[in-house]
């Protein structure tokens, strides 16, 4: 089946430890993104990444960093310079529309709660 | 960062009814998305949108992309149970790779 898949579903850790949520997609996409969400609000765009090797700070890039050394996977560290790292995390996907022309839908993971202890 | 105009923020109905939300913007897009979030769960994707005026509909889910493309709307006919959760628009433009959201409906049925 293709999709995405984030591990693990949930997370704890312990304040002042660095932590790294998995995104893998099988859906040849070329693009993927990193949202947070919190109670009751919509979603912040962490990072995002083009193509392979490239990656861009979205609104709240502040503590978290990002590598993308393959397609199909985008992985996420919450590092202990986050202040306020309890969240639900969504990972997404989208077709390059470099490729698909006008027709850019997104994708999205089933999450990831981070909770801090 | 950017966020969509949606409303109403909540809906509490009696099964049965129908339902009608929106989005708005104050920059064009050219693509409109809409998805169904429920507790704990990712969101996913309802229905997508690609052309100004353009009505698309999935089984008792109709959306249009309104023609200033600057807005669109998501309708539910004869809501059941199943229909609670969050629902959330999404517009983009190609070329971007960014979707702006919009804050959530949040849809309680009554049974």
């Known amino acids: 089946d293709g999709g995405i898949t984030q591990s693990p579903k949930y997370l704890f850790r312990k304040e002042g430890q660095n932590v790294t949520l998995s995104c893998e997609q099988n859906l040849n996409h070329d693009a993927m993104y990193w949202y947070r969400q919190d109670p009751g609000q919509g979603l912040r765009l962490i990072y995002y990444s083009q193509i392979v090797n490239d990656f861009q700070k979205g609104d709240i890039a502040e503590g978290y960093s990002v590598s993308r050394e393959k397609k199909e996977s985008f992985p996420l560290t919450v590092t202990s310079a986050q202040k306020n790292p309890t969240a639900f995390y969504l990972c997404?996907?989208?077709?390059?529309?470099?490729?698909?022309?006008?027709?850019?839908?997104?994708?999205f993971g089933p999450g990831t709660r981070l909770t801090v202890l | 960062g950017q966020q969509l105009n949606q409303s109403p923020q909540s809906m509490f109905i009696q099964e049965g009814e129908d339902v009608s939300m929106n989005c708005t913007s104050s920059s064009i897009f050219n693509t409109w998305l809409w998805y169904k979030q429920e507790p704990g769960e990712g969101p996913v994707l309802l229905i997508a949108?690609?052309?100004?005026?353009e009505l698309t509909s999935n089984g008792r889910l109709t959306a249009q992309f309104g023609i200033t493309r600057k807005d669109s709307f998501l309708n539910i006919s004869a809501s059941i149970p199943s229909d609670v959760g969050i629902y959330f628009c999404a517009g983009t433009t190609s070329g971007t790779y960014k979707y702006i959201f919009g804050t959530g409906t949040r849809l309680k049925v009554l049974a």
């Open positions: 949108l690609y052309k100004a005026g």
């Open positions: 997404a996907s989208s077709i390059s529309s470099r490729i698909a022309g006008p027709t850019d839908t997104q994708y």
